[in-house]
């Protein structure tokens, strides 16, 4: 299970390794850009249930943790995926992963 550290948030948010990967890039990618949005998953097992929005801007820190030593291999359709949320007045939405395939190499 990653983490990532957003602020001075009392609580880290807990996202699978996997997502947290496709995640960040979809988010480092915006924040490049200089672009603040939202950000919104379910909460997970062993949470109170329901779900939980933060604000995303450039000028926060933010910290990505991972459990797995090695990158894991990400997939173009759910980073494009989560980049298409992103762009909406929604958000980036977690949302689960498509089938895979079209895998790439770590970024």
Known sequence: MGTLYYGDAASPI???????AHVKVVIATKLRRGESFTLSWAHGEG????RSTVWLHPSIPLRFAFTEAEPALLSRAWIEELATSANSSGGLMIVPEPERGGETGPR
Request: aromatic share 0%; proline share 9%; charged share 45%.
């Open 47 to 50: 949470q109170e249930p329901g």
């Open 14 to 20: 807990e996202i699978e390794d996997r997502a947290l």
